[in-house]
């Protein structure tokens, strides 16, 4: 009988009878690969290490063994042998972000996540930019170092878990993390034309990638489409789904240092990457944070009572405004005519807020009474502007995907947003501004953060083959090389559009506000 | 251009046009295995250590590489990359005997044996034969221990040649061999029912053997069928290709410890062994020694001269008697009447040469003058009754073989016979005998070190499925529970055999002699 098959990258099974195999086959090996026929179809592999303890676990008192099996591309590995159910089979999913690294701690027996946190990743010692790490990672010592404090800083979180019960890891991350975790040579991933080592990670053992865990586990590293297209990325549509749906069309969009958008469903995916990520995540902002407790998420602009209403994560006192805050204040400049159509300040009303601050003018947010560090929160002329490139060129990345394959917005069912941001965007604001399509109003779906829950997703599931089917079916389109694009891209960064049929929901809007003549 | 494809473990490839390649694809790994698709159809597998060197390589100046690639049972491995051709790739054959390891140095540029050379097995300093070591290895320490003095003495040896360009290892050893190769426990392989722990050992890392050769050299361990068919008469059987005849029937004929006698073709092969070993090699007997300089290997006897001549391996003074001297002297002593039927000693004629030596009459072959150490060489009454047993095991090995199978011993086309003992018996002697039947005095074969060449085969050929082919083909007969075994054996003990009938040339050669009344 079965004892327990949770999940398709660990199973733990119990095989009884072993004294009758035993009997029956000539070797200790065959006896033990019978018995587990019964339950598993596919080939399975038993290593030196648990053939130098078989002979005598398969005769000792117990007729039955508990085993621990992982999954590789084409077979099962036997990774250990008990006598009795074993207290812990663990499995840990990590993304590997380039600012934050995410663990999940995944529970073979019990079928369940059973711990979930964060690190700040120590390659930001080294610098903030991917492109500053890549530059000093150079010199293959530096490379060994950046690949050292990475792994000693994951390696830290696995030893707080019950690290030689972990028998799986997935771990994602994206081009750059991925080469610098494997300690493979960066030295063209940011020259043209952006040659990644490899595309196919596959799964490596533990120890040779020197993780602290079980002897014999295993380690499945996502693996990536292009050197904007990372692991993260893969591991992110692989938790949407988008690669399977047979009806209708969908976007996967991915908002990061830069951001990524794949257009697609079973037959095909397209994707496109450009620098539209920070200034919406708002990010490299004066006073730009991420969206973590007192970052402001929602604004609200009353300009007949000269009042700001706004919203902190945790209800905390304000400390800055992450990315949708970003979108919401934007736009609700933008309603209340303080804004022009180009981001232009319009500060004949609302005074008090205005203010030059670095050579620059800048609309005060929170005062410095208001907020926790008591330095007053505000946005300058030229991060709007910024703000307007990122969201013009978001659209024209949705824009052009459609268009290549003669795919309209409305034909769109989903539009699946990565990331914390995507779970708190105000979708109506963004449509406003012309970043997303008015049909997203009622088709916006925030994933969190799907990277990590694709690596989480790979230690129940383990579809080896799906995930190369995402990298088979994946194209990546160029934008550098697209007239359109530049032909697009300028009037995308009016608000909303400067075609404005585009937007009839935002057109009727703004003629009951009197702010579109026609 | 293919470079050169040599052997089908090792295959040593120049590739060329890589950046060609470089331009039209992604990822370095791609390009790369994209220009060794035009040579290899099989999947191929590029690990961390070669990713790393990868991107550099690629990219300097030539547009070639030089590829070495070794075999695994699925899939092929890049195991170095070069700019120009590498002076060295080679693999090494071991034949793991329990007495004497062989070595083959096999070069694949070359595509030729280089060096051929043999060393003690170490472990005789814990027992010659293999139970007292499969004993003494029943602590996991002294098990430790074996293993250790047995992979130091190969890793000498190895270091001795151009360890560094070692690519692949091919070894094959008995059952118990096999698993101190691999450190694993041999608590159950010598009681009953004498369990091996695994039958299948495949491709190993050389590094997780601890053997010295190059960082991804893979190791190749001949697979055991039984506890008393290990990996040496695998490898013997796969050189001696019996199991892909489709004409007639085959024996394979193996002398060792044990003796073991497979017979079969391409549809089927049914193993036996006995105890059948020692005394037909003479190694047991005072005067017994190897096949080695010195060693007398004929013997001629003329009563009537009162005469004897013999002739030794390389013409050395006289230092002991061989397997194939005592199949020789035997008969000598009985067609001369020397002898009785059942190896009793008839000390009529030539009485100068018949004296008790520690307590039993023995029979001098060579006086203590003629020797290299002035010590005489002879054979005791019990060594011939020892003798006579042997073959009589072998003849009643082969009779029951044919007999469970409805083949008679003409439809053999040939009788194989592995080891040195192989080459050098005189067939017409052991007929006489009643060792080999009849129809061998035109059939046989002698394959000299057939294990060695099997493993050094495998060099060349890795034809993993034929080797597997090998292990579903085969059928283990057990001798022990056989009833017939035990009602034929007595008559096979005489000379030639209880019943003459099976022997007619033989009985015309006695009646010739006068030694067959009917």
């Known amino acids: 009988m079965c004892g327990r098959c949770l999940s398709e990258a660990v199973q733990v099974l119990k095989v009884e009878n072993l004294k009758k195999y035993l009997e029956k086959f000539n070797f200790d090996s065959q006896a033990l690969l019978k018995a587990l026929g019964k339950y598993i179809s596919e080939p399975v592999r038993i290593p030196l290490y ?31 042998i008990f006598y009795e159910l074993p207290e812990n089979v663990l499995g840990v999913a990590v993304d590997l972000g380039s600012t934050t690294i995410a663990f999940y701690v995944y529970d073979f027996l019990k079928n369940k996540l059973i711990k979930e946190f964060s690190i700040a990743n120590p390659q930001v010692e080294i610098g903030e930019d991917i492109l500053t790490r890549l530059h000093f990672a150079r010199k293959p010592e530096n490379l060994k170092y950046i690949n050292q404090i990475t792994i000693e800083a994951i390696n830290r979180e696995l030893e707080s878990i019950d690290f ?47 993780l602290k865990s079980h002897p014999l ?21 692989y938790f949407s789904e988008i690669y399977k749906k047979e009806d209708g069309y969908y976007f996967y969009i991915d908002v990061g240092t830069n951001a990524e958008v794949i257009l697609g469903n079973k037959d095909f995916l397209l994707a496109c990457s450009g620098a539209a990520g920070p200034a919406l995540e708002g990010g490299i902002f004066d006073c730009g944070i991420q969206a973590e407790r007192g970052a402001i998420e929602t604004v609200e602009i009353d300009i007949s009572q000269k009042k700001i209403k706004y919203q902190t994560i945790d209800n905390g006192l304000p400390t800055g405004i992450c990315g949708s805050g970003v979108i919401d204040l934007i736009a609700q400049l933008f309603l209340n005519r303080l804004i022009f159509f180009d981001g232009k300040f319009s500060p004949v009303y609302f005074k008090e807020r205005f203010k030059k601050i670095k050579d620059e003018l800048a609309f005060i947010i929170a005062f410095s009474e208001e ?12 991060e709007i502007k910024s703000f307007l490139k990122s969201k013009g060129a978001m659209f024209t990345m949705l824009y052009l995907l459609c268009k290549k394959t003669g795919i309209e917005f409305k034909d769109i069912k989903n539009f699946y947003i990565a990331g914390s941001f995507g779970n708190n965007i ?36 383990a579809n080896f083959s799906e995930i190369m089917s995402i990298m088979e ?30 937007f009839p929901l935002v057109k009727k809007e703004l003629q009951k506000r009197g702010l579109c003549l026609k």
């Open 50 to 80: 648990i053939l130098k303890k078989l002979p005598s676990f398969l005769r000792k008192k117990e007729s039955s063994l508990w085993i621990v099996l992982g999954k590789k591309e084409n077979e099962w590995e036997i990774l250990e």
């Open 217 to 237: 586990a295993k380690v499945f590293i996502f693996p990536c489409a292009g050197s904007f297209l990372g692991g993260d990325i893969i591991a992110g549509l």
């Open 473 to 502: 079916k994946i194209t990546y389109l160029e934008l550098n090389v697209e007239q359109e694009f530049m032909k697009f891209f300028p009037g995308a960064q009016l608000i909303p559009n400067v075609d404005l049929e585009m």
């Open 426 to 461: 105000k979708v109506k604001s963004a449509v406003m501004l012309g970043m997303l399509p008015e049909i997203a109003l009622e088709r916006t779906i925030g994933l969190g953060n799907s990277a990590g829950k694709g690596a989480l997703k790979f230690l129940k599931n």
């Open 164 to 210: 030689k019960n972990i028998y799986y890891l997935s771990i994602c991350g994206n081009t750059a993390m991925s080469q610098f975790l494997t300690n493979l040579p960066v030295d063209y991933l940011f020259i043209e034309p952006y040659t990644p080592v490899t595309n196919w990670y596959g799964v490596f053992e533990a120890k040779d990638l020197n």
């Open 371 to 382: 907020t926790a560090d008591k330095k007053e929160i505000y946005i300058k002329e030229s």
